[in-house]
């Protein structure tokens, strides 16, 4: 999935993306609020991580132009501010959850994963198709019983395509989703791990469809 991180505390924005990113998450980071508000007029995201006190434009500034845009995207603040008032505030700008500084990372990575899976209309953590079964907290994967070894974009692009069964992405779609702004990665690399992933599901009770020229889905092999 891909996340925005906007923080301008270096060795806490650092530790962040590197964490989101150990999971097989796309991470794009910025450090000013405006640049982060120029992005997200062209650009969506899984998830938004946004500190409040920001260099430019602070974080309610962005929350309040992101609803008023009538952006559907979670938003999860960090704040180091832990007056009622300030959390108050965040929430009622449209902020869907919050975190106070200092956090433990634990947490962080259990509440975004809420609002991802909320924002996909999935009760649980766990994602069925056919009989793939993909853990989204020990982001793990199976297929019946038997655990399948993914790697982390792997990971990543299964969990894409099982979360929607029988939704057509197209490989444009998938790049965004699965490499940030900083990564330089052909188009041909989604077909790659189109393909390593294909390998690995071969045996499940559940297909990936190319729809040449349109995109990819996984389909249920019930599916008529």
Known sequence: MRILLVEDTL????????????????VDWETSGAAAA?????TGYDLIILDVML?????FEILRRLRRAKSPAPVLVLTARSEIEDRVEALDLGADDYLVK?????????????????????????????????????????VGRREIQLKRREISLLEI????????????????SLFGFDEDVSPNAVELYIGRLRKKLDCAK???????????QLVPDDTE
């Open 11 to 26: 060795d806490v924005g650092e530790a962040i993306a590197r964490r989101f990113k150990a999971i097989g998450h796309s």
């Open 38 to 42: 120029d992005i997200l007029d062209s």
């Open 55 to 59: 260099p430019e434009l602070d974080g």
């Open 161 to 176: 395509l099982a979360s929607r069964p029988g939704r057509v992405f197209s490989k444009d779609e998938l790049l965004q």
């Open 102 to 142: 200092p956090f433990d990372f634990r947490e962080l990575e259990a509440r975004a994963r809420v609002l991802m899976r909320r924002h996909a209309g999935e009760p649980t953590n766990i994602i069925q198709c056919g009989d793939i079964i993909l853990d989204r907290a020990s982001r793990s994967a199976r």
């Open 206 to 216: 559940a297909r990936i469809v190319t729809l040449r020229g349109v995109g990819y």
